[in-house]
């Protein structure tokens, strides 16, 4: 884990032409059934979309998978694709030819063109066409010619299972007799739902592969990997096949990676936000800033509208809703809940709510005032909270964009992101408020193994001071605090890292708040975690 990351304004491979076979028809098992199910609700498996799935890597430093542009749209099937900085990313023939200005001089851009169009044209044979989803492929003038590409096909799964796709591909490529596949894998790991995908690894001559481009490279092997995806509604398979020169394999796998686990399928119902429980206004009232007449008044509620329902107070006659991005308190005697709306969180006497986490066996106690929830899979309220905690701009955050921006915050650790809490503010405020909670598998590791890591991350100009402390916790367990002001921010940031009594977890609590605001708002941070219960335990 690593700090929360917050400015002024929140900054938070060529294969060769062999490879045509994956283009060509294959028979149908129509008899068979589709290897995946629809998704047809948010099911992730880690808590975002974006990120490489287990352990550090070079992105917590602003490294070559840090920030990359913004998805690129292929419409034709619903696809959006992510590549690196310094890359360039075509659809269709016409797409690559309009690079030519960013190619560099006349006769580089020219030879580039010329056997990037060859390349396309190997790929998609006459009445495949419509298959072609994409090609990507590095700047020649940062990178050198023929090196790290990846292209995608979309073919109909017309029955097949997943499995049985993968097999028919590995197949083709050894009947080939130019490639030498050396393994094949069905399974899970490289998606962020869980969904199984089939990865095919080969190697090529580079000789073979290449012609006349060969007498560059002589004796070059190429490594192959090619992975199939299946769409949310099991109609699709998508093969992102890639290329590396045997010398560039290594550091072009986290690359490869990064690729497959970016693509999105625009229409897959785990982009879209739960729609949560509501509650519709009988009568005009009175909005007010908490459950009871003697709070103030924050604004008006027509008869007729709805509001996204947060929670309920402990008499259970006052409903927190969304109010324009904050919390708010609307009297339940003028309101109809709908059904679900006993689902929503209940608080105690003193106003402080629970997020049982059954996954993990945790219960989390925070205080009025904050919301907490899984960014994987907010409400529309929490998106709507959300956008107005980043205090800039005013474009409505959709569920990737949460993704990228949690992404940001916890330096791209959301593999083990449990949760999100934000403070409800007025919309002067100087600042949001935030916290994150992540879990670790202790994996051998110490608790001040995995904090010392932490604090070697942070974005700060001093040290963190990092310390054993005792006091924060009602078994009087020792946990490990790391406090520093964060870089670039007005903001103090505190982490308290805590062991689970099997020693099988370590769960940590980030809190980022306004450096102003820390002294008023520690004795709620710190019950905060003295609140946090283990449970069955």
Sequence with gaps: MAANRRTASWALVTIAALLLTACESITAEVDKPISAPTRTAPLLSIHNPLVVQTGDTVTSSGGPLHDWPPGVEVEKHG????????????????????????LGDAATAAAFLEERASYFESLT??????????MGFPNPNF???????????????????????????????????????????????LRPWGEETATIRFRIDGMQALGERAVTVPDADVDGWKV??????????????????GENSGRSELFLLEVVRRVQWVADPAY??????????????NVRGGPGTDHPIIGKAAAGQQYAVISRNAADDWWQIEYNGRLAWVHGGYVTPSVDASDAPQADQSGWLTYEDDARGLSLSYPPGWRYFDPAQPTQADLALFTAARRYGSEQVDVAGMGQMVSTMSTRRDDAVIGLGLQSGPADSAASNFMLVF??????????????????????????????AQGLRPAGEEVVSIRYSEWGTPCEVWQ???????????VAL????????????????????????????
């Design 143 to 189: 990178w050198s010619l023929g090196t790290n590409g990846f292209h995608l096909l979309a073919v109909p799964s017309e029955g097949r299972t997943l499995d049985t796709f993968a097999r028919q591909l590995t197949d083709q490529l050894e009947a080939s007799g130019l490639a030498a596949v050396e393994s094949i894998e069905i399974g899970p790991g």
């Design 510 to 537: 980030g809190f980022s708040i306004h450096s102003d605001e820390f002294a008023a708002l520690e004795p709620l941070l710190r019950e905060v975690v003295w609140r946090l219960r283990w449970r069955d335990l």
């Design 439 to 468: 879990s670790f598998a202790v994996e051998g590791q110490s608790l001040q193994s995995y904090a010392q890591a932490a604090a070697g991350k942070t974005y700060s100009w001093e040290p963190a001071t990092v310390e054993l």
């Design 272 to 285: 879209e936000p739960r729609a949560g429980p509501t509650v519709a206004i009988d009568h005009n009232m």
């Design 496 to 506: 308290v890292w805590l062991l689970a009594p099997d020693g099988k977890m370590v």
């Design 228 to 245: 199939v995806l299946l769409s949310p509604d099991g109609g699709t398979f998508l093969t992102v096949t890639f290329d590396a020169w």
């Design 79 to 102: 696809l959006r694709i992510f590549h690196p900085y310094e890359w360039f990313f075509a659809s269709s023939q016409e797409e690559l030819l309009s690079l030519r200005p960013q």
């Design 125 to 134: 044979p006459a009445g495949q066409e419509h298959l072609w989803a994409g």
